[in-house]
RNA sequence: GCCCGCAUCGUCUAGCGGUCAGGACACCACCCUUUCAAGGUGGUAACCGGGGUUCGACUCCCCGUGCGGGUACCA
């Protein structure tokens, strides 16, 4: 099997279009086959600059090498579209030899009028063939420079293929148009180039998104036209946004690197990716890269379009977290705990493993363990369900834990502080929150003892002291 | 307008004529627990509508409806 992705360089990737690559790259990977890279770039007018080393990057970063492409070499490249054109026009002039595409002179206007023309009869849009009868005219025309296109001969009859997870599709060839080929810069179309790339290039299955299914018979029409067998067709659904609609640039769909910055795992984005419209046929969802290829068949693509659902991947990234060796998640940190060492790392990894749902996530929860914080009057204190006098015993029994028996044995110390909650008849859930804000300014973050710890005992009493100089300006006013 | 495709909980999906329609995310409750998480247990929640075919339809066929896509010298 050899399988291709051959975006065109007009942006970042998305989800969406990732999603395909993942998929044509799975399927290689399963079947022991190639995954071909080829860039797109046939109309010069939508190129964005930088846009090809973006999607290279995309593609690395998230562990789907090809073996042939940009940076690879092969036996079929060059795999940048403009640098194939002499190969276009070669077989260009092979279609126009076995009078299975034309010349064509028409302008834009005439088109265009043509088409309003056909849409008020309820007619299917497509060209008239105008030119096709009068081929000698037109040969003189483009000899006296007028500007031209190569249209592909429609044949006549019904186009079908077995769609690998569509099943069978067929089509009408007369509600086909006359496809232009050849455009009058010289430059391929679409339609053209990947046809030729796909066939030199030995690709056993086109894997694309299903927005190319009408115009499949265009292609079948050329296949046959140059004698080619064709390749077996994979139309992958679309991947839709929250609104239902069809992810895309214009409509602000994120750049999978975004994901990167934002803290998710290569290995989860590739997994929920995978999710959007496969399913492996067991209730297994948690997979990683090489289970993936392992499993993966074309055959288990789901026909339906897929919204794309971000608190599975915030899910997924979870799991993902949970499944690196400490030391890779260390590793993993250093981008997003800048200037931290590797020591400090190791240290707060145990306690934040659990607690991320993205790597970013590590930055807040670690703040009050990396800098001092001061006390606003969001912060409440003490908190919810915590009385004054409850909070005053809880501190007071952790400052004096530390100052005698240091912040050696966190077990003693919580028994320490448990029974001075119960003291006061509070219960140790909620006396242990008073500790939580006055140590992290939060009620809700790291293990306290264990941030102690970190932290050290000096820091500690220091906030502790804050912390309980605070009860103690709160309760002369109320006294 | 014309053409094509798709249709199961809110979301991702399993299902391939006979199931109490299963799982996951999200949500809710409980358990565990030094907070929050993580983890565990349980719960709410779905076959778009109408006709057929069949002893029997989520499943097969037709028609609607809805949604998506194509209809370019863009890919």
Known sequence: MRTRFAPSPTGPLHVGSVRTALFSWLAARHAGGEFVLRIEDTDQERYIPGSEALILETLQWLGLEWDEGPEVDGPHGPYIQSLRT???????????QRGA???????AERLAAMRDEQRRRSEPTRYDRRCLTRQDEVDAERSAGMPAVLRLRM??????????????????????DDQVLLKSDGFPTYHLAVVVDDHLMRISHVIRSDEWIPSTPKHLALYAAFEWTPPRFVHVPAVLGADGLKLSKRRGARNVLDYGEMGYLPSA?????????????????????SQLCERFTLERIHPAPAVFDPARLDHLNGQHIRLLPAEALVEALEYHLPGSSKDTRRSLVPM??????????????????LHEWDWDDAIEFPPR?????????????CIDSVQHGGLGDLDAM????????????????DAFRALYVAVLGTPAGLPVLESMAFIGAERSLERLRTARQRLNVRKIPAS
């Not at 002499?86 to 126009?96: D, G, P, T, W």
């Not at 934040?352 to 363990?369: F, Q």
């Not at 919580?414 to 859930?429: C, H, L, Q, V």
């Open 414 to 429: 919580r028994e320490r502080i448990k029974a001075a909650a119960e003291n006061t008849g509070a219960k140790p859930r």
């Open 352 to 369: 934040l493993r659990d607690r991320m749902v993205t790597l970013a996530d590590a930055a807040t929860l670690a703040d009050p363990l």
């Open 101 to 107: 595409a034309y010349w064509c002179t028409c302008t």
């Open 155 to 176: 044949p006549d009859g019904t186009t079908e293929w077995d769609d690998l997870v569509r099943g069978a599709v067929s089509f009408d060839n007369a509600d086909i």
């Open 269 to 289: 984005i590739v997994n929920a990716m995978a999710l959007l419209g496969w399913s492996s046929g067991s209730d297994e969802e948690l997979f990683t890269q």
């Open 86 to 96: 002499e190969m276009y026009r070669e077989h260009a002039e092979i279609l126009v």
């Open 385 to 397: 369900k915590v009385d004054a006098a409850t909070a005053r015993a809880v501190i007071d029994a």
